[in-house]
């Protein structure tokens, strides 16, 4: 038995101020995230492509880049990279992949990160769990903290899914609905959490969510052989996704798996909550509070994303793009890839699909490259999202 490579250090994202990754820690004193720091010699003699052909299915198979302790595991990851190759014929692109993270416990990809921040939580003792959701990221706490046997408390907006709301209720999680947004509901969490003894989950506000999510990357360099797709298109709301993968490529440089080329990451928004893709189109370092938020891709509706700064840098870095779809294209577009593919997708992950026809259209994607799509959850959750659309 391997041991996990220890985590050397927690470093701020923005301003690179160091902490003590073997207590609990939140944000930076500065207000930004912290992000996980290993010894990535020590990881990169035992990460191999061939070690990894013997290991667990899971994304735990990846543990010398994973946070330590004995794993809160539900069978997360090694999602399916599926070849669209009808969808792909009918935007003309040859290599057209979607990876379907509806197939991860709970139904999205939210799993990933959860299982991680989960087992790290648990390793340092948390009494309870506590953390606000857009949909998705409730049920898989609610799940995982369930296996960890620890107490969960979920704050959803009053208007999230029937699904999300059900799942976190039978998983036992103490369920409060606010009538807000996402961003109210983690100001809930933060003005209660010292009181009550609970342990902050939100979207980068613990540092390892994100390296739960960056496992992701690091399964399409397997699955490719060692080789990165050229362009990532993916839904992007809280941005950990995005992060993660950018996170999980540069390991894999300074491992010495890859070169300085980067696939170009696409954030995909929605129309009705596009703060990244504002800020992007102005040239700006940073994101502005969006009004009004409204999308029926829930996941995709966080209106002040904390990792800003971060996804907007990645962007840049990849030589990426950021472009928003309407609510009504992602469910024409769900019924194309499940129809196509047979994938039956989240309207998150269908503006994905919307996305990549747009930028092959405009010429920023060739006909002749590797383009992978995020479904980043199942279109199973989304019952009253696809009854309207199905129903016109
Ligand atoms: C949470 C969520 C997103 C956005 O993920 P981030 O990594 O926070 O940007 C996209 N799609 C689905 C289905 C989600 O649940
Ligand atoms: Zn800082």
């Not at 009004?292 to 990426?320: E, H």
């Not at 793009?321 to 196509?340: K, Y």
């Not at 994607?365 to 659309?389: D, M, S």
């Amino acid at each position: 038995m391997i041991t996990a490579t220890k985590v050397m250090e927690l470093q701020c994202s923005e301003c690179s101020k160091t902490y003590d990754a073997a207590f609990e820690q939140h944000l930076c004193i500065c207000g930004r995230p912290l992000v996980v720091r290993y010894d990535l010699k020590r990881a990169a003699a035992t990460l191999t492509l061939e070690n990894l052909s013997k290991r667990v299915r899971t994304l735990w198979r990846y543990r010398e880049v994973l946070p330590p302790g004995d794993p809160v595991t539900l069978g997360e990851g090694m999602t399916p990279l599926v070849h669209a190759a009808r969808l792909g014929a009918s935007m003309r692109l040859q290599r057209l992949y979607v990876k379907d993270e509806g197939l991860n416990p709970t139904g999205s990809f939210k799993a990933r990160g959860m299982t991680a921040a989960v087992t790290r939580a648990k390793q340092l003792g948390a009494k309870a769990l506590a953390a606000p959701t857009a949909g998705n990221a409730g049920g898989a706490l609610a799940a995982y903290a369930a296996a960890a046997g620890i107490p969960a408390v979920i704050v959803m907006p009053a208007d999230t899914p029937a699904s999300n709301v059900m799942e976190c209720q039978a998983f036992g999680a103490k369920v409060v609905k606010l009538n807000g947004l996402i961003s109210d509901c983690g100001k809930y969490v933060a003005e209660r959490k010292d009181r009550e003894g609970w342990y902050d989950v939100s979207t980068l506000k613990e540092p390892y969510r994100v390296e739960g999510k960056k496992t992701m990357g690091y399964e399409l360099w397997e699955e490719f052989g060692g080789k990165l797709p050229d362009v990532i298109l993916y839904p992007t709301g809280g941005g950990v996704g995005l992060i993660g993968m950018c996170k999980a490529f540069d390991e894999m440089q300074e491992m010495g798996w890859i070169g300085a080329a980067r696939p170009r990451m696409v954030a995909v928004q929605a129309e009705g909550c596009a703060p990244i893709v504002k800020a992007w189109e102005a040239h700006r370092d940073a994101a502005e509070f969006f009004p009004n938020a409204a999308t029926i891709a829930s996941g995709l509706r966080v209106p002040g994303p904390l990792g800003d700064l971060m996804m907007l840098r990645m962007l840049r870095q990849t030589k990426g793009t950021a472009l928003t779809v309407r609510d009504a294209e992602m469910l024409q577009a769900g019924r194309e890839l499940a129809s196509l593919e047979g994938i039956f997708a989240a309207p998150e992950g269908a503006a994905t699909v919307i996305g990549a026809r747009k930028l092959v259209a405009s010429g920023w994607i060739k006909p002749e490259e590797t383009v992978v799509l995020f479904n980043t959850g199942t279109g199973y959750k989304y019952a009253e999202a696809w009854q309207r659309a199905l129903q016109a």
